[in-house]
Each structure stands twice: as structure tokens, then as C-alpha cells.
């Protein structure tokens, strides 16, 4: 079964009428990429590049959850990430990294990113995380808060020059 499709009816029944959520499919490149350039800079990422990373993404699904919310359209309206990461500390525990939130401009406003974030963060918990972590902005905050996250640190980045 696939993660999305465990997820529970409070989460689904939650997004507007006609919305679903899925796992990320190949064919979803143009529309996922659109949705993500609200967020940040995309590139120009070849078919084979895309191609490549889905492929990698897809051998390691232990790892790694790519979720999309589709319109009543058809249409990616929304992506998010989630990446568990396997530590030493806690009895050998793992840590859920929520990543990538973005929600198509035109469709901002109807709660798609609390939909999303309520999806990752449930995947997290039943793969056994102990608990969920994601970096934001300042002015993101208030939004994540009522995600029912906590301030909980400072983000520190190094960046290199690619």
C-alpha cells in the first residue's frame, strides 16, 4: 500500500472537494517544478536529470516521500518532501525532515500546505520517528506553528558556490 494511501480520512477528508493526495509520479515533472519555483530557484532540469533523481527517490522510499496534492482538475496544485534520517542518538532513532512545502500560487489560501505538512508529518510518525523537524523562514513561522510545531532552534547554512 502506498504511504498515501494509508493516509487517515481526518487528513483526506480534509482537502477541498475533488483534491486528492498522491505519491509523486515520473510524469509529474513540468507541474511539480511550477509548483516549486514559489519557493525557490528550480533550474532548467533535463528529463534525464528528473528521470535520474525519481529513479534514485523511488529505490530508497524508505528514506524518502515526495507527496503532490491534485486538483479537481488533474493538476499538481501542491508538493512537499519528507526525508528520514537514520541517527545514533535515541537508540538508534530516526528524525523526520519535512522539506520543500510549496503550493501553487493559484491555488494558495484553501489550507493545501496544512494538508500537506498533516500528511508528512503522520508518515513520519508511523514510520517510527521521533519526531518531525523543518527549517523556515521568519515570516513562515506563525504558519508552521499552527502546523503544531514548535520554535525549536536557529538554522545555520553554509551554501557553495555550484
Known amino acids: 500500500m ?3 494511501a494509508s493516509l487517515p480520512s481526518e ?5 477541498p472537494p475533488g483534491y486528492t493526495i498522491r505519491e509523486l509520479q515520473k510524469t509529474d515533472k513540468a507541474e511539480v517544478l511550477a509548483v516549486l519555483t514559489v519557493l525557490t ?3 532548467d532540469i533535463t528529463d534525464a536529470a ?8 523511488s529505490k530508497h522510499d524508505d528514506t524518502y516521500t515526495i ?6 482538475k488533474g493538476k499538481v496544485c501542491a508538493t512537499g518532501s519528507l526525508i528520514v534520517e537514520r541517527k545514533f542518538i535515541r537508540n538508534c532513532g530516526l528524525v ?7 503550493v501553487a500560487k493559484d491555488q494558495q489560501g484553501k489550507k ?3 494538508r500537506m505538512i498533516n500528511a508528512l508529518d503522520h508518515i513520519a510518525e508511523k514510520a517510527g520517528c521521533y519526531k518531525s523537524i523543518l527549517d523556515c ?6 504558519f508552521y506553528e499552527k502546523c503544531g510545531f514548535k520554535f525549536a532552534g536557529i538554522e545555520m547554512a553554509h551554501y557553495y558556490n555550484k
Open 41 to 43: 530557484t528550480v533550474g
Open 50 to 57: 528528473w528521470d535520474e533523481r525519481f529513479e534514485y527517490i
Open 2 to 4: 502506498s504511504k498515501a
Open 67 to 72: 507527496l503532490c496534492i491534485i486538483d479537481d
Open 11 to 15: 487528513i483526506t477528508s480534509a482537502l
Open 112 to 114: 493545501l500546505g496544512l
Open 96 to 102: 523526520g525532515h519535512i522539506e520543500d512545502i510549496a
Open 137 to 142: 523562514s521568519e515570516s513562515n513561522r506563525g
